[in-house]
């Protein structure tokens, strides 16, 4: 069985910085391709960035230049790096696993930036 668990959130004050896991379990890692989403109240999810299996990174444009996604296969674990947070990156963040058509979700860790 597959479980994702995210940690890493809070609440950090505008500019400032966090980094999110996300540690899987019950699958083969390397051959996932994985992905960092997140909700704010009263919108949709969102994709804010995703890495291949073999490590290609694509961000939504209102992320790009702020935050980094990364790899650790050997740890089976996905981060994402947030640098100059804003307001509007505030939101439950979510990471996804994506393995042979199907996908997984986390629980979800809140990230909250005050102004």
């Known amino acids: 069985q597959v479980q994702l668990v995210e940690s890493g959130g809070g609440l950090v004050q505008v500019g400032g910085s966090l980094r999110l896991s996300c540690a899987a379990s019950?699958?083969?890692?390397?051959?996932?391709?994985m992905g960092w989403y997140r909700q704010a109240p009263g919108q949709e999810r969102e994709l804010v960035a995703v890495i291949t299996r073999a490590g290609e990174t694509h961000y939504a444009d209102s992320v790009r230049g702020r935050f980094t996604i990364s790899r650790d296969n050997a740890k089976s674990t996905v981060y994402l790096q947030m640098n100059s947070l804003k307001p509007e990156d505030t939101g439950i963040y979510y990471c996804?696993?994506?393995?042979?058509?199907?996908?997984?979700w986390g629980q979800g860790t809140q990230v909250t930036v005050s102004s």
């Open positions: 996804k696993l994506d393995s042979s058509g199907r996908s997984n």
């Open positions: 019950g699958i083969v890692f390397w051959v996932t391709n």
